[in-house]
């Protein structure tokens, strides 16, 4: 900014207690390198000031003290996404280091404004302080003799600064100057007021027009309220219209329905490969019309409120006629919750760190007619936590670095458990021993999601699945589980031979969800970071299908519902959620997208997770479709749509 030629000003200091980190130079000065070792800022490299130490779980493993200055702490956090300095990963934890202060306020200093100043052609000012740290503050609010001082009429424009001993002989020289600036100052209000007086007389004047103006303008108001009404009025009546037309298809698709059955019945006499071909066709159909009616009759039910922070996971199960949610956020909380009053039944304190995942246990379920959730953890453990009792029933703690993923298995009466690790590796377990059976390794990166495969292999000897394998899993032979990694790959594990037989590469970044397909055993979908979904076909070890369309990560996959059951292969729809805030659904034998639902803006802010679960209240909530959809998203709503 440009002044004018006789205004006074000197340049204020860079020097600030509360700001950046401290000079080593001027440390340096008075203190040998070897006492500074431990307070250097790691981020800028100077004398840390209110240093922090950084506590993250991910490295406790280094031993030296890792500090940085608040202030550089703070903008390294603003501009990296409260990413660690120290080594990549979101949630950095960190505190006051209250040893290091007092260790910093005992450093001997000199005055840093004395350090700062530069040579002058005239008389210099010095300063000889020599103290602690910790007197700093004292002596340059109120012993330093280079502090600078403003001017007394800065409030007239008068912008000079100088130390105290110069500031009488400033006053003195420069009476005109001040004396002039107040002048000045005083006509300037002088003119703002004849300007103030000017302005009143011509607001008086306009007063009435504006008034006139208004009439006018509520005039036309209520003609746009008018035709408002008219046109809501309409589009009540259009409504009425769509809901009579969607009782119409529901009475003509019961009549369909009896007219085939009518048809079958005739046909008594005919072949039953004939039979067999018109009904797997009209099913078929059936369905069809149940995927087009969910698309546009579905909408938003309900929402369960209770998390503040990120929902991860959920999952659904039905325990004394009560449809149930369970759900594990980054809050470090594990909650329970009734689909029909959204009401929070059970919540569980116990996890130290976020809540990745959350499963039922349909093993306790069907052996003691008990309620258990499993949950997985940052924090390195997987619990159990027994929903009747309100307390924890068990604690796995064989991982060494936070656990994601875990599934139950689909044999044995689900008795077996997977988990996948930030240590790049997978464990099964026996819960009904709570013992660790095997490790499996070969990623050499954080696991983020693992999958039972859902149907046994054709090459499996049916009569040997009560035997136990090597490892000691009993039903297990013939099935596999499939794992999705931060090193971008998918891998495929034997449980009988616990060999790792599949790799897929193609993804290019982490892959955060993996299904099998429940209709075709040899599929594997998969969604990616890299805001991909991606079908695999097992006996190719190929990938045979991609599907683009959303603009953020894709964090969980699943297969719609809506596909005939009976005709093995004929898996049509898959579904998706995303970071982008939306729920896709994509043909797979057309490779294309058919439907989009959009989260509840920034509320939402993206979709974690996602469950297809049936509609038992049918009738009571009058919805046009039997399957409910229930996601969890990045701000902690769960949200139920049918």
Not at 604 to 632: H, T, V
Request: aromatic share 10%.
């Amino acid at each position: 900014m440009n002044r004018p030629e006789d205004e006074k000003t000197t340049k204020e200091s860079s020097f600030s207690l509360d700001r950046s980190c401290f000079s080593k130079n001027w440390i340096l000065q008075s203190n040998r390198p070897k006492r500074i070792d431990n307070f250097i800022c790691l981020i800028c490299k100077q004398v840390a000031n209110n240093p922090i130490e950084l506590n993250c779980t991910q490295h406790q493993n280094l031993y030296e003290p890792l500090i940085v200055g608040e202030n550089c702490l703070k903008q390294f956090l603003s501009n990296n996404q409260n990413t660690c300095p120290v080594r990549y990963h979101i949630g950095c934890v960190y505190s006051q280091s209250k040893k290091i202060q007092q260790q910093i306020d005992a450093l001997k200093i000199t005055c840093p404004l004395q350090f700062e100043q530069k040579k002058e052609e005239n008389e210099k000012i010095l300063c000889n302080f020599k103290g602690k740290m910790n007197e700093l503050s004292n002596h340059l609010d109120n012993e330093c003799p280079l502090k600078l001082l403003n001017c007394w009429y800065q409030p007239f424009g008068c912008k000079h600064s100088c130390s105290k001993n110069k500031l009488q002989e400033h006053l003195i020289s420069e009476i005109k100057f001040h004396f002039d600036l107040i002048v000045k100052f005083v006509q300037l209000q002088q003119e703002e007021i004849k300007q103030l007086k000017s302005q009143l007389q011509s607001n008086e004047k306009k007063d009435l027009n504006k008034i006139n103006e208004e009439i006018q303008i509520k005039q036309k108001d209520n003609e746009i309220q008018n035709s408002q009404n008219e046109s809501q009025q309409e589009l009540f009546k259009l409504h009425t219209e769509i809901e009579t037309m969607k009782k119409d298809f529901k009475e003509k698709r019961k009549r369909y329905k009896e007219l085939i059955k009518l048809l079958l019945e005739k046909k008594e006499n005919s072949s039953i490969e004939n039979n067999q071909e018109i009904s797997n066709k009209e099913e078929q159909k059936d369905n069809d019309n149940y995927f087009e009616l969910f698309c546009l009759s579905s909408k938003l039910l309900k929402t369960c409120n209770g998390h503040n922070k990120c929902v991860y996971s959920i999952d659904y199960s039905i325990f004394d006629g009560k449809q149930i949610l369970c759900s594990g956020s980054d809050d470090k909380t594990v909650r329970v919750w009734d689909i029909e009053t959204t009401k929070q039944m059970q919540i569980f304190n116990g996890h130290t760190n976020y809540v990745n995942c959350v499963k039922f246990s349909q093993y306790h379920y069907q052996n003691n007619c008990s309620m258990i959730i499993c949950s997985s953890s940052d924090d390195k453990t997987i619990r159990f936590w027994d929903f009747k009792n309100d307390k924890q029933l068990q604690v796995l703690n064989e991982h060494t670095e936070g656990i994601y993923g875990i599934q139950f298995s689909p044999f044995n009466g689900n008795r077996y458990l997977c988990s996948g690790s930030a240590d790049n590796t997978i464990h099964l377990w026996d819960v009904e021993t709570f013992k660790s059976l095997h490790i499996f390794n070969g990623h050499t990166f954080w696991i983020w999601c693992v999958e039972f495969s859902p149907l046994q292999s054709n090459n499996n000897n049916n009569n040997n699945n009560n035997k136990s394998n090597s490892i000691g899993v009993i039903g297990g032979n013939g099935y596999t589980i499939c794992s999705g990694s931060f090193d971008k790959t998918i891998r495929i594990w034997d449980i009988e031979t616990t060999k790792e037989i599949i790799i897929f590469k193609g993804h290019e970044k982490v892959v955060r969800s993996v299904k099998y397909s429940p209709y075709e055993q040899n599929i594997i979908c998969s969604g990616s970071d890299d805001k991909s979904i991606r079908l695999w076909d097992i006996r190719s070890k190929q990938q045979i299908h991609m599907f683009n369309g959303h603009t953020g990560y894709v964090n969980s996959i699943d297969y719609s519902p809506f596909v005939n059951n009976t005709e093995i292969g004929n898996s049509n729809v898959i579904c998706s959620g995303s970071y982008d805030n939306t729920i896709r659904f994509w043909d797979i034998r057309l490779n294309k997208q058919l439907h989009l639902i959009k989260g509840n803006g920034k509320e939402d802010d993206g979709i974690i997770d996602m469950q297809f679960f049936p509609l038992i209240n049918k009738e009571k909530e009058n919805k046009g479709s039997d399957i409910s959809l229930c996601y969890g998203s990045f701000r902690g709503p769960i949200r139920i749509w049918g």
